[in-house]
């Protein structure tokens, strides 16, 4: 099915450890964005991209890198992982401004 | 920046009574409004969304929201509530003149319906 899908669903890091979080939307849709959600602050958009090749900075995005070397991909990562980056990080991809987003199903990480 | 405030963090309803979702926004001269649902252990799935026209929105699974500028909210209702009602509850904003930089979320409303 079309859609967003984000790899891995879940992972343990330990503090200091680094890894990459994939998401890969099959729709041609230029818009694409990370979001990390946590209990009581709803979602809060971490980087986001216009098109192949670009990447901005959102609300929170201390900690984080992202990369969007082909249209269909948007990766997010953390180069040293800490406990406040403990979260369920969700992929959004979009045709444009006004047509909503569709979501990938969460990358849940827990940092020890 | 634009901000949106939703009311109630919890909102215990009976099956089959009516609910509404209470959401507001800082005021622009015009914005996007957006509902999503959360069901458990999933994403994001768009319920309906205000870009201009009527203010009265029909999204999916009987849901509407009205939209009042005057007022600057979008409250999220449903005539009679449902057992797979239960979930998370997102209001988001964009503004259409302003950068590509993504929705502004509140911080969501979780509906449990009680049997």
């Known amino acids: 099915n079309a859609g967003v899908t984000q790899t891995p669903k879940f992972r343990v890091l330990k503090t200091g450890q680094s890894m990459t979080l994939l998401c890969a939307q099959d729709?041609?849709?230029?818009?694409m964005y990370w979001y990390r959600q946590d209990p009581g602050m709803g979602l809060r958009l971490i980087h986001y991209?216009?098109?192949?090749?670009?990447?901005a900075k959102g609300e929170v995005p201390d900690g984080y890198n992202v990369s969007r070397l082909k249209k269909q991909n948007f990766l997010l990562g953390l180069e040293s992982a800490a406990p406040s980056q403990t979260s369920v990080y969700f992929c959004a991809s979009s045709p444009d401004r006004s047509y909503g987003y569709t979501f990938g199903s969460g990358t849940r990480l827990t940092v020890v | 920046a634009q901000s949106v405030t939703q009311l109630d963090s919890q909102v215990p309803v009976f099956e089959e009574a009516p609910v509404e979702l209470r959401c507001n926004y800082s005021s622009s001269v015009s914005v996007y409004l957006f509902w999503y649902v959360q069901y458990p252990n999933q994403g994001l799935q768009l319920l309906l969304k205000y870009l201009s026209g009527s203010t009265l929105v029909k999204g999916i699974n009987g849901f509407e929201a009205e939209f009042n500028k005057s007022q600057t909210s979008f409250h999220l209702r449903k005539p009679s509530v449902h057992i797979s009602d239960t979930a998370e509850y997102f209001c988001?904003?964009?503004?259409?003149?302003?950068?590509?930089?993504?929705?502004?979320f509140g911080k969501g409303t979780h509906l449990i319906i009680q049997p």
């Open positions: 729709m041609n849709h230029e818009y």
């Open positions: 991209s216009v098109g192949e090749g670009t990447t």
């Open positions: 988001a904003v964009s503004d259409p003149g302003g950068g590509a930089d993504g929705l502004t």
